[in-house]
């Protein structure tokens, strides 16, 4: 395989550009190829069988395509179908989960021996949320933290819909899911979904000053980068990166909403 493969990412939407554009900041020198399956979109209120089916017709793309690596760009299909893809492909498949240990480790403070527990939102949708995966990774910090799950399904249709900047719909949206809670008291809240990230802003204005917004981007390219760099693949300084959007739905409207997403 050689160093200037493209790199292979997918989301159940256009919420992963969101990682694309983390990839370009930090890895400018890699060639990505994106595939967005708005026509199946969204991905959290299915069950986890068709997410399992929808991801491996992706990666099979994406194979043929000769990519040298693949991020799911999506925590939802991380949750049905990392395990799976992994089994199946012989190149590196990249997954991504809610940045929840990020969230609770703000709680170790060098100056204070004992943890200081931490009121945590972890923002995802349905799947994300049901999956034994993210129950798995709730047990390791729920015992010393409060954590509390928020699926907002609805925050992934605005973005698609291409509605993110009707400020009115967003914040009252968000007022919905989240007036429940004493927000005075919230540490921080996790973005646990791609589309999320898009929303930092918002969160900003809805969220006391205190509070920190934590997502996985960052995390998930220096996560590929370190496993690209262990098998000799990173692209050489200077290569000229770069990016192409697909998407499972050809209408112009996506095509437009992909790059102004993009370059947001």
Same mark, same amino acid.
């Given at each position: 395989m050689s160093s200037l493969a493209p790199i292979g990412v997918f989301d159940s939407g256009l919420g992963g550009i969101s990682v694309v554009r983390q990839i370009i900041r930090d890895m400018p020198a890699e060639h990505v190829l994106y595939f967005g399956d708005s026509a199946n979109a969204p991905y959290g209120t299915k069950a986890p069988e068709q997410v399992r089916a929808l991801s491996f017709a992706i990666v099979e793309r994406f194979v043929r395509q000769g990519v040298k690596a693949v991020v799911i760009a999506c925590n939802t299909a991380t949750s049905a179908a990392v395990n799976e893809l992994r089994e199946h492909y012989d190149i590196p498949i990249i997954g991504m989960e809610p940045a929840l240990k990020v969230a609770c480790d703000r709680g170790d403070v060098p100056s204070d021996p004992h943890h200081i527990p931490q009121r945590v939102i972890v923002a995802a949708t349905p799947l994300t949320l049901r999956e034994r995966k993210f129950a798995k990774l709730m047990e390791r910090f729920d015992s010393n933290n409060e954590i509390y799950k928020e699926p907002c399904p609805d925050l992934v249709e605005i973005v698609e819909s291409g509605r993110l900047g009707d400020h009115d719909l967003v914040m009252r949206t968000l007022h919905g899911y989240f007036d429940q809670y004493d927000l005075d008291r919230i540490d921080s809240v996790v973005l646990g979904c791609t589309h999320f990230v898009f929303y930092r802003d918002y969160f900003r204005e809805l969220l006391p000053e205190?509070?920190?917004?934590? $997502?996985? /981007?960052?995390?998930?390219? *220096?996560?590929?980068?370190?496993?690209?760099?262990?098998?000799?693949? %990173?692209?050489? $300084?200077?290569?000229?990166?770069?990016?192409?959007?697909? /998407?499972? $739905?050809?209408?112009? *409207?996506?095509?437009? %909403?992909?790059? /102004? %997403?993009?370059? *947001?």
């Open positions: 205190r509070a920190a917004i934590i $997502d996985g /981007n960052e995390g998930t390219v *220096r996560h590929l980068g370190v496993v690209l760099e262990s098998l000799g693949q %990173l692209a050489p $300084d200077g290569a000229a990166g770069g990016v192409e959007l697909a /998407n499972s $739905d050809p209408s112009e *409207r996506i095509a437009t %909403l992909s790059r /102004n %997403l993009l370059g *947001r």
